[in-house]
């Protein structure tokens, strides 16, 4: 039998002094040298985040639909004086949440059309410009409460409960930007 320095096991080599670990690369480096492969990864990153926005669209709308129907506002209905700023509230947040589907579909685009010719560019601008949508989207939605409040105090609750719901869509492109649009 041999001696533990003549036997060999994980992290050393029989050429290597016995108290001399050998570094062990951890990382999980994969390249993505194929053009083809980074092309379809973007294509998907858009694909998703246009699904995301214009789903963010839609919730929006349907809250909105269902407060202005309760209230009856079509009517003029006693509830519409109290329900109209948080309707006004929640356009705001399904105007970023449009202006972030336009971003992503015209990204998408332009990767299907070939017009990038590095498409992991573009995903990283698309995120980039989702961030400054939702940083917006915060400073218009605390803008849009505050003229309400002050223009309306009775209707202080109505507007911070609507932007309470459209500031959903700033955390929406934040786990965009986080899950889909992260570098690979």
Known sequence: MGTPEDTPFEGRSSSTPAGTPQPVDTSPVVERTDPDVEGGL?????????????????GLGLVAAGAASMARVEDGGMGAD???????????GMLAALVGAVLAAWVL?????HDVPVPGHAVAGLSRALGLCARGLVAALVLTVGVWVVVRPSATLSAVLGGLVAVQVAVVIGAVRARVLRPR
Do not use: D, F, W
């Open 109 to 113: 685009l332009r990767l299907l059309r």
């Open 42 to 58: 973007a294509v998907q990153a858009a694909t998703r985040t246009l699904a995301a926005m214009a789903a963010s669209v839609v």
């Open 82 to 92: 109290m329900v109209t700023p948080g309707l006004v509230v929640l356009m705001v």
